[in-house]
């Protein structure tokens, strides 16, 4: 449990020491006019206030990922904890706020102009398809697991079929209709449910205080598997919403056309990353107990045991009958609030490439209807393909974290030509660049597959091109 407590007060400190750090170097001016008054239109720029900003955006963030990421990452074991920490304090909150205050300052840009602005026009247009098709692979990931959820709670009648048409329509409805009529009013609700699950299962921790593994037990790797899955890159990919993930700053853009003051700035995107990192650590140490028993060196779960198992068995045996229930519900709505703004966000990223105004609701429309018409054949694939769900689950995680690899250096571009302190976010931009070269050489299933070493000295070669490419071609901005 001290492995436990010192995580949970360094994340804590975090958003005080480091996050005050960040924003120093951003450096916010509290008399700008900010674009939700400027380009208000009452459906995506329009002025709300803070603590419902802020829970919009953690919500939006939040989904399942800092929930089964973490619980597949604690595989790993005490390591997950590192992870967890400083990934999201000097990586994954530096790149959550950072994108959300450059989206701010560029009138509430979405994320592939603001590629485009410092990595080039060509980038910006790969980015822009790259992240449409993120967006669709969010939404479609989380409908199926929230719809099969709900079938479980219900009559037969409401199958998961029933359900995934259900949540369909709502997706739809939340993409279409100003941000304050459903998003606004029900998140709420929906990050009380997350809130209460996540502080629920902490309190649970205290009181049974059950053993957990601590760092001076070692870092060694404890995945069951862990011949074919190497704590690095693996771990890092497996726990991304928990520490960085790419999608945050799909969505910053969102908040940063609601935002009234500059000020804001770092409890709604700092701070949304910071608790996110809190509710990731609840379950790594949580899951690390029910997956290894430490007393008795046995393992609880069979490896492969699904996550939504792990989540269900862990409510039950802490929280009784009705904990379990409400714990379950917080685990419906977590992927419901982020696959509604999934969709919005590939919207405006169509909507701001074409220069299309989204105040009319005909024009909102005919962007709408073929997005989801493309989602509903990749959701079609994926009930339909014994490994469908599997399948699009893996490449949403790795595409997922390569868009916070093109994030991260266009901030760091960005930091550069401001003759900021660009260090800041070289140093992870060079670390998640290495990790996503190397997933894709030594993951087998769906990627190269190729040996460890080779994977690592492959992926090191394409980092260290890409990092000697920002000195020699940044030198022609600054």
Same mark, same amino acid.
């Given at each position: 449990m001290i492995s436990f407590v010192l995580s949970l007060c360094l994340l804590i400190a975090g958003y005080f020491i480091y996050g005050r750090l960040t924003e120093k170097i951003f450096g916010i001016d &509290? $008399? !700008? !006019? +900010?674009?939700?008054?400027?380009?208000? *239109?009452? &459906? *995506?720029?329009?002025? +709300? =206030?803070?603590? =419902?900003?802020f829970m919009i955006q953690f919500l939006n963030i939040a989904g399942l990922g800092p929930i089964f990421g973490a619980i597949m990452g604690a595989k790993f074991g005490i390591s997950s904890y590192l992870w967890i920490v400083f990934g999201s304090i000097f990586a994954g909150a530096v790149h959550d706020y950072l994108a959300g205050m450059m989206s701010l300052r560029m009138g509430g840009a979405s994320l592939p102009e603001i590629h485009g602005k410092y990595l080039g026009n060509?980038?910006? $247009?790969?980015? !822009?398809?790259?992240?449409?098709?993120?967006?669709?692979?969010?939404?479609?990931?989380?409908?199926?697991?929230?719809?099969?959820?709900?079938?479980?709670?219900?009559p037969d009648y409401l199958n998961t079929s029933v359900w995934i048409g259900i949540i369909i329509i709502y997706y739809f409805l939340a993409t279409m209709l100003p941000i304050d009529k459903i998003i606004g009013k029900i998140y709420p609700f929906f990050g009380i449910c997350i809130l209460f699950m996540a502080v629920g299962v902490m309190v649970c921790l205290f009181l049974h205080h059950p053993v957990l593994p601590e760092l001076w037990d070692g870092l060694g790797n404890r995945h069951p598997q862990a011949a074919s899955n190497p704590v690095f890159p693996m771990m890092f990919v497996s726990i991304a919403c928990g520490a960085i993930s790419g999608f945050h700053a799909t969505q910053s853009p969102l908040m940063a056309r609601c935002l009234t003051n500059e000020r804001y700035g770092r409890p709604v995107f700092f701070g949304a990353m910071i608790i996110e990192g809190v509710v990731a650590l609840i379950w790594a140490a949580a899951a690390s107990y029910f997956f290894y028993d430490t007393e008795n060196g046995k393992a609880l779960f069979e490896t492969g045991t699904n996550a939504a198992i792990i989540v269900n068995d862990i409510a039950r045996s802490w929280m009784g009958q009705l904990g379990a229930v409400l714990v379950v519900l917080g685990v419906i709505f977590a992927p419901i609030s982020t696959g509604d703004t999934a969709f919005r966000s590939a919207r405006l990223i169509i909507a701001d490439g074409l220069h299309v105004s989204q105040k009319p609701v005909l024009k909102r429309l005919w962007i709408a209807l073929p997005l989801f018409a493309v989602a509903l054949v990749v959701l079609f694939f994926s009930l339909y393909d014994k490994n469908g769900f599997e399948t699009i689950w893996r490449y949403f995680a790795w595409t997922n974290q390569t868009l916070a690899v093109f994030t991260l250096w266009a901030i760091t571009v960005y930091l550069r030509q401001q003759r900021k302190p660009y260090l800041l976010t070289l140093i992870p931009a060079a670390f998640m660049t290495m990790v996503c070269s190397t997933f894709v050489f030594v993951q087998k299933d769906g990627f190269l597959g190729l040996d460890a070493t080779v994977s690592y000295l492959l992926g090191g070669g394409i980092t260290l091109i890409v990092v000697v490419l920002f000195f020699v071609l940044g030198k022609r901005t600054v």
């Open positions: &509290i $008399q !700008r !006019r +900010m674009p939700a008054f400027e380009q208000q *239109d009452g &459906i *995506d720029f329009l002025p +709300m =206030k803070t603590w =419902k900003v060509g980038v910006k $247009q790969f980015m !822009r398809g790259f992240m449409v098709v993120l967006m669709i692979l969010v939404g479609v990931v989380f409908v199926i697991g929230p719809a099969g959820l709900l079938a479980n709670l219900t």
